[in-house]
């Protein structure tokens, strides 16, 4: 036999092998059940609504497992003289009835870079006095509780993309990627679906959970989505040892059952590297059969179509590992849409140095670009680690390092240069004393169509309208740069268009540095600007950059660059107009908004009354006090801001409990807002116009005014030092400041929020105001 049929040979036996090994790989035994939880929830102890005792009672019904878990700026308020976190552990521990309900308690970390869940510990940290990340790893490092990222994303946050700290890494063993309360069980979203990767990319060992995040008296109701829990018995301690050992699945059917075992052993655990995994998986769901099946892992993503159409299977079968640090997940959608997502589980090296968040730039190189790998390398043991790392592109020693690191210790971003390359397929390994622990593959691909750098590095107005613009020209072979320290010395590009900066933000970072400018006017290619929402720096850029196009339009730009695609798919603006909530039970209904609306109308603005915060086209969203906001309204005016644009959001003083502080504060979170209402009346003695409560700061004049509580980076707006806060219903409810804010403004995403402690536009207001609401509100002036 010649040596060619000693390889056909060869590969035949190798095949028969897999299909052997895979046929008679048996089924782990079961000794998991499987228990449905909801593990973030709130009640009346911060804001949401009921006592805890009546959350546990309710949730008994629905699931297996409820934990209370609210926010932690409110615990520090007690309750008759008892602190709410013994209260609500309390409650817990009296709800739980072994093989019948468990009830767990915590409290939800809040901040701007994200929410954190922690669970079973009577201490907290509120984001009052540490607010940032690297204090919040820090607490949970010393205390050793376990916890949970929440919702990550654009709106809460989504920590920093998920910044990596090794010793907070054996604590935070949970991700939120499914969070709603509204009727249907749609929440698992793609944006926190893509976040549950990128956290497993970053290093970081969590386990899916899907929870509802209740602020009503619907706890584990509200819908079907669910955490799957897989543990022994539904007793506290095995529960506990379920989610500490992340043996979890998030879903959207509430009767699902999924088993996920590698070379048997149950999800959620790290396994020692082999070169093949013998993954296993069993789902049942009688009512609901799968439409796609996938295993995902950091390198591949595999579908197993063979299991479409299927309400229970057993599948079985070998995958390849392809170095020291690989993860498998099951990814499910049923018939009917629902999504479920299991727990990862590990393969890794035994070596305490890790290599992860490996990143190509340009993301999708070509011959003619400078390559570049940028990665985190850490010790992941409580002593301290020496070891030589070499890093291999297609085998040959590219890098050579050696690495001392302290316990626990991180190096981010550290980068290596690689140079142009050949076209094809790549591989980067990196090794920790001759061992690969983490790998990399990408295309290298021929030079084609233009390649673009886009400024993002001086407050520039990028809109989702240009974006659109970019998505299109990547369609037609164009390759998209952003520049990423300074616009200079970028030889690969052949194009370089500045969107020119916002209106908002700080004018230092707006400003072109002189080397900046010199290489623009000196650029081989073309310069385009396009026009941002600042007039005058589009005007100076205009001034500086004398080779440059203008383009005083996403329509315009798209003409210059030849693009066909038609504004209704390209561009989406917000039409001139001001929507005014009506149908809230709110302060002042539009018989009282006559100055308002004549004021509005002569600068070109259409008023639009509406009873239902819906689809807002416009500009501004005003809603003065309203309460009873749906989930799906809640939504939309989230959605509104995310896209740019502007709220004006006002409460009123706690006088006769007239403030709907609740609901408002409900949806400022939802904005991940560094801003609430707080529940109280400000007076003020000596600056007011009649009475103590009709209150003048700093020019502007508030009829029976709340304050506000500040937590994080907003600007203030309207302050007084001679006004004070009281607790005027009474209820012991009013956040103590040390000095009382009236009004505030915050950026979000590409919107913008004003949050007043009092509606000053009716009619009665209007002239005393009329200053502030026309040149700081609407900026007519």
Known sequence: MGELGSIQMLKVLITVLLVILTSVFAAPNFEYQIFYGNLHSHTSYSDGRGTPEQAYAHASRYADVLAVTDHC????IPVNGQSKTFLTQQAARNATVPGKFVGLQGFEWTAGSGHINVYETLEFISRDEKGDLKDFYEWITKVKKLAQFNHPGVTFGNFQDFWFWPEADKYV???EIGNGNWSSADIISDEMYQNYILALNRGWHVSPTANQDNHKENWASANDARTGILAKALTYEDIMDALWSRRTFASEDKNAKLYFYANSTIMGSILPYSGKAQLYIYYSDKKDPVDRVYIVSQSKIYELSELSGKDEFEYSGVFDIPDGYEWFFVYIIQKDGNEIVSAPVWFETNSPIKVNYVRVGPKNPNVNQNVQITFDIYNSSEQPEEGVLKVLVNGNL?????????????????????????????RVDFLINNVVVQSITFTVSEKSGLTILVDKLHENDITDEFLAILRALQENGNTVLFAETILKDYEEADLVI????????????KDLIPDEVEWLNTFKGRVILLKGSDEEYFRKYTEMLTKA??????DELAKILGISTTTSNVTKQMKKAVYIDQGHANDYYKDKLTKLEKFLKSNGFEIVYTDKIQNIDGMY????????????????????????????????SDYNNGGNTEDLNYILDAINSPVRFNDDQVIDEVNNYGANYKVIANGVRFYSACSLVLYGNAQVLVASDT?????????????FVDKVVLAATFTSNSGRVFVLGKAIFSDYDYELNKDFIESVLFKIK
């Not at 196009?549 to 996403?554: F, G, Q, R």
Request: negative net charge; aromatic residues 10%; hydrophobic residues 40%.
């Open 73 to 76: 700026y409110f615990l520090k």
């Open 173 to 175: 063993n949970l991700i």
């Open 398 to 426: 590219a890098f050579n390092e050696k690495i001392s690191l302290e316990p626990f210790g991180i190096n981010y971003d550290k980068n290596i240069q690689l140079g142009k390359l050949a076209a094809g397929n790549v």
């Open 498 to 509: 500045i969107p020119t900066p916002k209106q908002d933000g700080l004018d230092f970072f």
């Open 549 to 554: 196009t203008s383009a005083n339009s996403v």
């Open 621 to 652: 969203l005003i809603i003065m006090n309203g309460k009873g906001y749906t989930d799906d309204e809640v939504r939309n005016i989230v959605n509104f801001v995310r896209s740019g644009g502007i709220l004006i959001i006002t409460s009123k």
């Open 723 to 735: 006004a004070c806060s009281i607790d005027s219903d009474g209820r012991n409810d009013a956040e």
